[in-house]
């Protein structure tokens, strides 16, 4: 597999930043879980950085709030850009449904396509809830397709897929806005050997390409191992 670590020009901005995140969740009524606790990093601008550790360590939970898909119990997330700062904690739904939509690009496990729309549609999808034209949303869509290999199925929908090829419809997705950041919580988790080399080759080449910056919750060594950084997660907490 070629993924190796690139060394770039030292970040010149901080564009993630988390302070003290706590998080828990009660289920069936009884005693509370924590997911989180005493969470705090800074992630640059164009860095690569992995979040590892078992299962349950939290590291979905603290990609799901740095993304805004959920909210800390306490402590506070802040997003950088352009000289402007967006703080998670003071900022309206649908100011953060707009960030999230312009800024960030996610990429899960299980690829989350809309079944009943083509693989086009799918792709197409964030750039219509940004309220572009259809016509601009399909050239775009189109676009990537073709970046990810997958340009021959367009009008196929998810279920016609295999598996690496709905995590390229996904990786495709999850690009359209060209966001700032780029969120993937276990991207080849559900992938054979073959699949997870060709969606780990092909996510390196995008970063690089697009000098996007890009969190990776993962087991794999082969994702960490390229990382410019590495955290280790366990118990809610950063070891």
């Known amino acids: 597999m070629i993924f190796t670590k690139i060394q770039t020009a030292p970040a010149f ?6 302070e003290n995140l706590h998080k828990s969740y009660s289920l069936n009524s009884e005693k509370d879980t924590t997911v989180l606790q005493h969470v ?14 078992p299962s349950g ?32 904690n003071s900022m309206s739904s649908k100011d ?3 960030l999230r ?11 989350h396509l809309l079944p009943e729309f083509t693989a086009l549609e799918n792709v197409m999808m964030p750039a219509l809830i ?40 996904a990786i495709a997705r999850a690009l359209i806005n060209k966001p700032s950041v780029l969120l993937a919580d276990e991207p080849t988790g559900n992938l054979d050997s073959a699949n997870t080399d060709a969606i ?3 996510l390196h ?6 000098s996007l910056t890009m969190i990776i919750a993962t087991h794999s060594t082969d994702v960490a191992s390229a990382a410019q950084r590495v955290i280790t997660m366990r118990d809610g907490r950063i070891v």
């Open 200 to 202: 780990l080759n092909l």
């Open 57 to 88: 360590a939290g590291k979905s939970t603290l990609l799901h709030i740095l993304g805004t898909l959920d909210k800390p119990d306490t402590g506070r997330v802040e997003f950088t850009w352009e000289d402007k700062k967006y703080p998670y």
């Open 40 to 53: 705090s990093l800074q992630v640059e601008r164009g860095e690569f950085l992995a979040v590892v550790g």
């Open 96 to 98: 953060l449904e707009e």
């Open 130 to 169: 940004a309220r572009e034209s259809m016509k601009s949303a399909a050239t775009k869509a189109k676009e990537l397709m073709d970046i990810v290999g997958m340009s021959h199925r367009t009008e196929h929908k998810p279920s016609e897929l295999s598996g690496g090829e709905q995590q390229r419809i």
């Open 101 to 111: 939509n312009k800024h960030i690009g996610f990429i899960f496990q299980f690829h």
């Open 205 to 210: 080449t995008i970063r690089t390409s697009r």
């Open 13 to 18: 901005m901080t564009i993630l930043t988390a």
